[in-house]
């Protein structure tokens, strides 16, 4: 399986302590070199900093190599090198929350979970318990409405 993530769920999943779900859901990330780079950027938490700089052997960045230069307005580095690796890769998946991101990464036909569907998906093969991670997930800078809370903790698979 190939999966590229984009910064900011690596980040948040950082942050929380659960970076490693990701290894245990998909076996090996991508990152592009663009995303590594936003997450050694000065104003990154030191604790993603640390993480990155000691990076586990499951997650290898690789250089993107630019296959569309018609992305929307507004996309940053991270997310147009994200989405032209999974497109370059014909990746089975695409870890990115940001909605243009997403939306773009769907109209190339690439498949995209955020950082909320990798969690639900980690609760389901019984990695994490869903309710605690959320709870240290609203501890940080991430926007979640609280309905959508009850949704996940309420929804069957």
């Known amino acids: 399986m190939i999966v590229i993530a984009d910064t900011t769920p690596l980040n948040y999943l950082i942050l929380i302590g ?55 307005p507004g996309l940053g580095a991270g997310e147009r090198e994200a989405i032209s690796l999974a497109q370059a890769l014909r990746a089975d998946q695409l870890i990115a929350d940001d909605m243009s991101a997403r939306r773009e990464a769907a109209r190339r036909g ?8 990798v969690l639900r998906e980690a609760a389901f093969e019984g990695l994490i318990d869903l309710a605690s991670t959320l709870d240290r997930l609203r501890e940080t800078s991430f926007h979640i409405a609280p309905g959508l809370i009850e949704y996940l903790l309420k929804s069957p698979r």
């Open 110 to 117: 690439i498949a995209v979970i955020g950082t909320l569907g």
């Open 18 to 72: 659960e970076g490693e779900v990701l290894a245990q859901l998909y076996g090996r990330v991508i990152i592009p070199t663009a995303v590594r780079d936003e997450l050694t950027n000065r104003l990154t938490p030191a604790v993603v900093r640390n993480w990155i700089a000691n990076a586990p052997s499951w997650l290898e960045t690789q250089a993107a190599v630019m296959i569309a230069t018609d992305f929307p």
